[in-house]
């Protein structure tokens, strides 16, 4: 069966860098639309980067600039580094998989990994 396993999530001070990854096992990654979610407590679901199988990628407006996403085949992994980051940051991120075209809206993503936790102080 499909498994998304996302690493990397950590406790770090405002305007460090992470780096969360995302692998795919029994998923050719680079066929799908992959998405980066977060949610913090008490808040909805929110997507904040997602990449294409034919490459565009998205991201939220509050990201942009600090956030980059990233594929690498060989590895059937998707990353997200994260830089310049700020405790509203804070959240669970999730990495989810959709077999069509990207969407922003979560209830479109097939598959979902367990989370990693953020947290920026």
């Known amino acids: 069966h499909v498994q998304l396993v996302e690493s990397g999530g950590a406790s770090v001070h405002a305007g460090d860098s992470l780096r969360l990854s995302c692998n795919a096992v029994?998923?050719?990654?680079?066929?799908?639309?992959v998405g980066w979610f977060r949610q913090a407590p008490g808040k909805e679901r929110e997507q904040v980067a997602s990449i294409d199988s034919d490459g565009p990628t998205f991201y939220e407006d509050s990201v942009k600039g600090r956030f980059t996403i990233s594929r690498d085949s060989a590895k059937n992994t998707v990353f997200l580094q994260m830089n310049q980051l700020q405790p509203n940051d804070t959240a669970m991120y999730y990495c989810?998989?959709?077999?069509?075209?990207?969407?922003?809206?979560?209830?479109?993503?097939?598959?979902w990994g367990q989370g990693t936790q953020v947290t920026v102080s």
């Open positions: 029994n998923l050719n990654i680079a066929t799908v639309c």
């Open positions: 989810a998989a959709r077999r069509w075209q990207c969407t922003v809206v979560p209830s479109d993503f097939d598959y």
